[in-house]
């Protein structure tokens, strides 16, 4: 079936420090790849939809210049987290959505950043 | 029987015995809605998906109500399983938000031998 990796899986970086966190659909092609954070026994919660080759879409909240996405390709979207304080350590998930087949969504297995 | 948590309800239920996992959705103009399994540390795994026009699917040992009236999602797990202990969530699709998918709070599941 359809894969969607992250990487890095985990990631600690120190604060005021910007990382990176990438997100590929290994074989397919996602125009739309959506991004969402989970605190320690909390839900999903999505923090952005990424258009490739347009402007990312951020839901109430969030925070674009803290957080930065760019669509680059049709099969990678990026997170940067910038000027990373310890209250961004959190599970970061993608999903990419698969127009192949029927517009199935496929699920990354996350990435966990702690910020020190 | 069901508890809550910190954040998190848990169901409790001995192996072997059917599970019902209950989820109130917040948009009545969801048309798509997903249950999701997450295990500690990994990322969500699709279950079972139903749209708008259906009131119930049926998968292998998982069956998903809809109702629509009172915005409300079961899943149905028969004869649980040990490997069937993890967190689940269900997640709605709200009709022209370019598919993307808002989760419910979620509920961990324990399976007890």
Redesign the interface.
């Known amino acids: 079936g359809a894969v969607v990796s992250?990487h890095p899986s985990w990631v600690i970086c120190k604060s005021g420090t910007s990382v990176k966190i990438e997100c590929r659909s290994l074989d397919f092609q996602a125009t739309?790849m959506?991004w969402?954070r989970q605190f320690p026994?909390?839900?999903?919660?999505?923090m952005a939809?990424s258009n490739e080759g347009s402007k990312a879409?951020y839901e109430q909240g969030v925070e674009k210049d803290k957080f930065l996405i760019n669509h680059a390709s049709l099969t990678l979207s990026t997170l940067t987290v910038t000027s990373a304080h310890p209250e961004d350590s959190s599970?970061y998930?993608c999903?990419a959505?698969s127009g192949d087949s029927g517009?199935t969504?496929y699920?990354?297995?996350?990435s966990?950043l702690t910020v020190v | 029987g069901e508890s809550v948590g910190l954040h998190l309800p848990t169901l409790s239920v001995q192996e072997g015995d059917n599970s019902i996992i209950n989820c109130a959705y917040s948009n009545s103009a969801s048309d798509y809605f997903i249950w999701y399994k997450q295990e500690s540390g990994k990322g969500p795994q699709f279950i079972i998906d139903i749209r708008s026009n259906m009131d119930k699917r049926q998968g292998q040992r998982v069956t998903v109500l809809l109702n629509k009236t009172v915005k409300h999602l079961s899943l149905q797990i028969a004869a649980t399983q040990p490997g069937d202990s993890a967190v689940y969530f269900c997640a709605e699709n709200i009709a022209g938000g370019y598919n993307k998918l808002i989760f419910g709070a979620g509920t961990r599941l324990a399976v007890h031998p």
């Not at chain 1, 026994?41 to 999505?46: A, C, I, T, V």
Request: charged letters at 10%; aromatic letters at 22%.
């Open positions: 992250q739309t959506f969402y026994k909390q839900s999903l919660m999505l939809t879409t599970f998930i999903s959505l517009n969504i699920f990354g297995e996350g966990w």
